[in-house]
């Protein structure tokens, strides 16, 4: 299988550590992709031009990053990383859209910004930073909820943490989570986030 991936994007983050937490990179091959220049491999494997896109080995593609996690989780060998029914379930797929959502304000706020100052919508950033903000603030809250073994809502969380620190640090999010960041401060010396950090 190939992962077309972006080493700043916060979304093929999260796949790249779930592959790593599954003992799987001699079955899945990684290839950077710069998704704004639109590559043909990229578009063939995902007609959206986003990453990240998984090929599998007959030519089937899959994309949007909880589609790809969880196939990967169900046919490569390792520990569950989704799991299988019941509170804990629903338990670890509530955080995985909740981080997500942080990664889509978040990504969306770099993109507005990055247009000229003119064209910029401040009532836009306003409702990005305060959804980024909110989400924050229930992660502090239910931080315990994500003690234990590494599941998905875990893996999710830690891929929105490091997306804000890289691209959002004047948000100072740790100032207002004390404990949200003692938890990131532990998961990111895990070799599975120390491998996939973006580029300083």
Request: with cysteine.
């Amino acid at each position: 299988m190939k992962l077309y991936h972006s080493p700043t994007s916060p979304f093929a983050r999260k796949v790249r550590v779930l592959i790593r937490e599954k003992g799987a990179l001699a079955q899945v091959t990684e290839e950077l992709a710069a998704a704004m220049s639109d590559p043909q491999s990229l578009i063939e494997a995902n007609p959206l031009g986003k990453v990240p896109a998984l090929i599998l080995k007959d030519g089937t593609s899959f994309f949007d990053s909880p589609l790809i996690c969880e196939y990967l989780d169900a046919v490569l060998a390792g520990p569950p990383l989704f799991p299988a029914a019941g509170p804990e379930r629903w338990r670890a797929l509530r955080f995985q859209a909740l981080a997500d959502g942080i990664m889509d304000a978040a990504v969306s706020l770099v993109f507005e910004m990055n247009r000229p100052e003119t064209e910029r919508s401040e009532m836009w950033m306003g409702r990005w930073r305060r959804a980024v903000t909110r989400g924050i603030g229930v992660l502090e809250h239910e931080v315990s909820l994500l003690d234990g073994p590494l599941d998905i809502g875990g893996i999710a969380t830690g891929a929105a943490l490091g997306y804000l620190d890289f691209r959002h640090a004047a948000m100072n999010w740790q100032a207002g989570a004390p404990e949200l960041a003692g938890w990131w401060r532990d998961l990111a010396k895990r070799q599975s986030f120390a491998e996939t950090a973006p580029p300083v």
